[in-house]
């Protein structure tokens, strides 16, 4: 581990296990591979007071291995980089018993959080429905009045037609009637 910053050192034997079929890329026991370009030219750094070597792109190897965190985290299974002292330490049972607390919290507010999301989601979901129902209400009474407004035009219009031939008969009864000789004026009696 470098003490300078607490970059852990894994000592690795390496080679080019296919330089035929993979030329350029190096492998070890644990069946790791790296591209020549990612390990040379090798950087110096110190461990534990001797200088040592380490690969070029060593970052990238990290990363690539560990994830994107590896070389940000100054904590690791119950360990914390200590930057002054330039060591992993333990966590003491104090700090362990707090960052326990405060992961029980965070996830009793995450925990309510997701509740009141799904409340949320409910009370939308209830609005929503009683939006439909609103609006299906709506159209049933807007088209009952629309069915009882041709209702009424078209009963007004067969009593108007009703009146209409109501009045045609008794114009054609009085045009008859008069048509019509009395008994008075024919000559007949």
Not at 11 to 27: F, K, M, Q, R, Y
Not at 73 to 79: A, P, S, V, Y
Request: charged share 40%; with cysteine; proline share 4%.
């Amino acid at each position: 581990m470098d003490i300078r910053n607490g970059l852990f050192i894994d000592i690795t034997g390496l080679s080019e296990t296919h330089p035929n079929d993979l030329p350029g890329v190096w492998a070890c026991k644990n069946n790791h591979r790296y591209n020549t370009t990612d390990l040379y030219p090798m950087r110096d750094t110190m461990f534990e007071g001797v200088v040592a070597k380490v690969p070029y792109a060593y970052d990238y190897i990290l990363t690539e291995e560990y994830g994107a965190t590896a070389l940000i985290f100054m904590e690791w299974e119950d360990h914390r980089w200590d930057p002054i002292v330039k060591e992993w330490l333990p966590k003491s049972e104090e700090v362990l018993a707090e960052e326990s607390k405060e992961a029980i919290a965070a996830f009793r507010e995450r925990k309510a959080q997701m509740k009141e999301e799904e409340a949320a989601k409910e009370r939308k979901r209830v609005e929503e429905k009683q939006r439909k129902e609103t609006e299906k209400a709506l159209k049933e009474k807007e088209e009952a009045e629309k069915a009882r407004k041709e209702k009424e035009e078209a009963e007004k219009q067969a009593e108007t037609q009703r009146l209409e031939v109501q009045q045609s008969l008794m114009k054609e009864k009085d045009e008859v009637k008069e048509e019509k000789p009395s008994n008075e004026t024919n000559g007949w009696g």
